[in-house]
């Protein structure tokens, strides 16, 4: 039980690494189609590892699927939110803020609670013909109910309607990756099955559907629903498909409730702690193409001058007049700089017609 435990952490570890590779290449790529993005990501290192890293990581986690039951297995997937924290502030050259770090503390007591009083059930699943059918039957029915509640729902609540809907699509893909993988042991011909092809039509449909969840503006709801009803879902198709069992005693209940509750809290924390911050100036000029526009002279020398400068340079205005305060923040304008002008030129004709002898 400890090989398949240690494979599933490194899998989690693995498609944390390629989401922070891929992150970084995306980020920085230019705004393109479709066809001419994925042109320009194939060509970079970056992602192509991420890509590398993050398919290790699902073949990992499916290994992980063949020796262990879906009810130790998938919560370690949430392992993987705990690692792409870490590995962003790496990244970005940035210290952990207190909420991150709270909840990476939460998640990790957590899943050590849960590993500890889950029982060691590997035995391989052998559901019925009826099951079989049953099992996807069930979750696209599921799917179509969210997916409909969804489209009558504001934003808050289209973002966790269909993370939820993803995130049983995910169980329900894990689920029928570990009857796969576990009569592929045996028999490698045991991978060309219908519900294979079942198993990757429900897999990419909920990747659609958690995009849409994505897209709705509230990505921290989204992804935290996400990595709840996912081990969720696994684990109640685990307990009542393939007779995995769960913790009966009052002492392991209870440690086991109060570690699933502690996981939920830590999922929310580190997903609201994990908002991506607004891109800069300088990154939507890389993005599209242009140029930053340029600090005005002014306000970078007004910007570097003292209080006392600015104060004394508030008292009197761009032509020379005492009694207007102007804001030393605010950029000079077309018409400010017409009549600064206009009014050297109106002091200069009064000058020169002074200057001028009396035509008698």
């Known amino acids: ?16 690494a390629g989401a922070a590779f891929q992150e970084r290449s995306v980020v920085r790529a230019p705004r393109l189609g479709q066809l001419r993005l994925l042109s320009f990501l194939l060509r970079s290192r970056g992602w192509c590892l991420g890509t590398v890293l993050t398919a290790a990581g699902v073949v990992a986690h499916m290994l992980a699927l063949t020796g262990a039951p879906l009810i130790i297995i998938q919560p ?17 050259r940035q210290r952990l803020t207190r909420a991150q770090v709270v909840g990476s503390l939460t998640v990790t007591l957590a899943l050590a609670g849960l590993l500890a009083t889950l029982p060691a059930h590997a035995g391989a699943p052998e559901p019925t013909r009826a099951e079989t059918l049953l099992m996807p039957t069930g979750c696209a029915v599921v799917l179509l109910v969210c997916v409909a509640a969804a489209r009558f729902t504001g934003a808050v609540s289209r973002a966790w309607i269909l993370a939820l809907a993803g995130g049983v699509a995910y169980g329900a893909t894990s689920a029928f990756a570990r009857v796969i993988g576990s009569a592929a042991v045996t028999d490698l011909l045991a ?9 990757l039509a429900i897999g990419l449909t909920g990747a659609v559907i958690v995009q849409n969840a994505y897209r709705s503006g509230h990505f921290a709801l989204a992804y935290a629903t996400l990595l709840i009803s996912d081990p969720l879902s696994a684990a109640v198709i685990g307990v009542t498909f393939f007779d995995e069992r769960i913790p009966a005693g009052p002492v392991d209940g209870s440690v086991a409730a109060g570690a699933a509750v502690l996981l939920a809290i830590g999922v929310v924390t580190l997903a609201r702690a994990s908002r ?11 993005r599209t193409g242009r140029s ?4 005005p002279d002014r306000l970078r020398a007004e910007r ?14 761009a032509g020379g007049h005492e009694g207007r305060t102007a804001d030393p923040s605010a950029p000079r304008t077309a018409a400010d700089s017409a009549g600064a002008q206009t009014h050297r030129t109106t002091h200069g ?7 001028r002898p009396a035509v008698e």
Request: hydrophobic share 55%; charged share 10%; proline share 10%.
């Open 191 to 199: 991978v060309l099955q219908p519900l294979t092809a079942v198993a």
């Open 76 to 92: 370690i997937g949430v392992s993987g939110l705990l690692f792409a924290v870490m590995l962003s502030a790496f990244f970005r």
């Open 276 to 286: 991506p911050a607004p891109p800069s100036p300088a990154q939507n000029a890389a």
């Open 292 to 295: 930053a526009p340029a600090e």
């Open 1 to 16: 039980m400890t090989l398949p435990v240690v494979i599933a952490i490194a899998g989690a570890f693995a498609v944390a």
């Open 349 to 355: 004709r009064h000058r020169g017609l002074s200057a």
């Open 304 to 317: 570097a001058a003292g209080p006392t400068d600015r104060a004394r340079g508030a008292k009197t205005d």
